[in-house]
């Protein structure tokens, strides 16, 4: 309220709160429409609470959140935000879970006391699971999703949909992307895998990083072509189709990869993005990692995924895709990049500017239309724009306060509401 405005008189209140209601559901439901979401990890010892996490993520716009397990504290406080979620269940769950009594407790325990306030949209039943070691995780995997299916609906959870992640290890083959094929010794849990996700309507889920190509191979795959920057494109000889950027090959070698895997016919499985990113920095010898490159990669591929772009293979099926990761994590082992793949400083500050114009009070992204098949009955609908709708990360803070200024207006109003009612 500025210092020359009049308060609203006690007619106007009832309006007003309807008002503030109505732009809470319209932002509610643009959030639910991005086709963009956002991996939140925890491996970290200075990461701020839960419940200053929603205003950042409503700063740049995401509609979802991936999370790597059922923090109770993290379910909580993002329950009555809007944003879809996506939980995960642990590799060292797997075996048990196989017993569909274990995945009902598991359910019952984890997922039950959140609903209906959290908009669960997905269980992710291990990560990775198929390109480690353990071949009893890898032997229970199918049989664990097939478990926690029958527990979800049994209670009534039909629209939580059941996947699990994997690395593009899975891969024999990748170029061109016509040529992919899944490792032969993987077939064997890979086909019943894919029928499950055909039977339910799960998507697969590939975490894909165009950064490890580049600097795995900075001779054979440029930079621009890995960053979504202007370049000459690649050409696939057996498809005829040109490739612009990495990440668009990537997966389409996995849509060929299933394709061979069932004789041709893909069963109509959706392969979504469950993790890709860049990071803003890292050793000596992690060529590319560096805060300018992470801008352009995230930056651009947000503004491609919000025109609601498929692939050269798949032009009509929108990308869906999660980056990685809200935050830089310091207690991530491995090269420094690991440690540095967040949009956000654990103090709330951003990363670097992601370069996008802030989201309009007429942003498309306030409709949202039909985006093709969803996995499981999540509501996975894209709103097709041409325009990216996207606040800039470097907003962040100030919207984020905002956003706060919103929320403690609305509970004012509606205190005076019943005190005057």
């Known amino acids: 309220m500025t210092e020359n405005s009049k308060p609203p008189t006690m007619a106007a209140v009832p309006i007003l709160l309807l008002s503030l209601l109505l732009h809470c559901a319209t932002r509610a439901s643009a959030l639910s429409s991005s086709p ?12 701020p609470s839960p419940t200053s996490v929603g205003p950042l993520l409503a700063s740049i716009n995401v509609g979802r959140v991936k999370l790597y397990d059922t923090d109770s504290a993290v379910l909580s406080a993002l329950s009555t935000t809007g944003f879809e979620l996506i939980v995960g269940l642990p590799d060292r769950c797997v075996v048990k879970l196989a017993d569909p009594s274990a995945a009902l407790v598991w359910v019952k325990a984890n997922l039950q006391p959140h609903l209906p306030a959290a908009k669960i949209a997905a269980v992710t039943v291990g990560n990775e699971v198929l390109t480690g070691n353990d071949t009893a995780v890898m032997t229970a995997l199918v049989p664990a999703m097939r478990s926690l ?15 699990t992640p994997h690395s593009l290890a899975i891969l024999a083959n990748s170029f061109p992307p016509s040529a992919g094929r899944f490792r ?29 190509a580049y600097k795995a191979e900075p001779d054979n795959v440029t930079l621009n072509y890995a960053l979504f920057e202007p370049n000459p494109g690649v050409l696939d000889p057996g498809s005829g189709l040109k490739y612009e950027n990495m990440l668009d090959a990537q997966v389409d070698a996995v849509y060929a990869a299933i394709s061979a895997a069932t004789g041709g016919k893909g069963k109509g499985v959706e392969v979504r993005v469950s993790e890709t990113g860049w990071p803003s920095d890292g050793d000596e010898n992690e060529l590319g990692a560096t ?5 352009k990669y995230n930056g651009n591929l947000m503004k491609m995924v919000a025109e609601g772009k498929g692939t050269p293979a798949r032009p009509s099926q929108v990308l869906r895709v999660y980056i990685f990761a809200l935050f830089n994590e310091n207690l991530k082992p491995g090269p420094k990049s690991e440690r540095n793949y967040g949009l956000f400083k654990p103090d709330g500050t951003p990363a670097y500017d992601l370069g996008i114009k802030p989201e309009t009070e007429n942003s498309p992204t ?9 996995g499981g009955g999540s509501s ?4 097709g724009s041409s325009s990216s709708g996207y606040y800039s990360i470097s907003a962040a803070a100030t919207h984020g306060r905002e956003w706060l200024r919103g929320m403690a207006m609305m509970v004012s109003v509606v205190g005076l509401v019943v005190l005057v009612s």
């Open 36 to 47: 963009v979401g956002v991996n939140y990890g925890l491996v970290a010892d200075n990461l």
């Open 149 to 163: 299916r029958s527990a979800l609906n049994s209670l009534g959870l039909r629209s939580v949909a059941v996947t």
């Open 184 to 212: 032969q010794e993987l077939i064997p849990y890979l086909c019943p895998l894919l029928d499950f996700l055909a039977e339910t309507g799960s998507p697969f889920f590939i975490n894909a990083y165009p950064y490890f």
């Open 291 to 295: 805060a300018a490159n992470a801008a």
């Open 366 to 374: 306030s409709g949202g239309g039909s985006s093709g098949g969803s």
């Open 380 to 383: 996975d609908e894209g709103d």
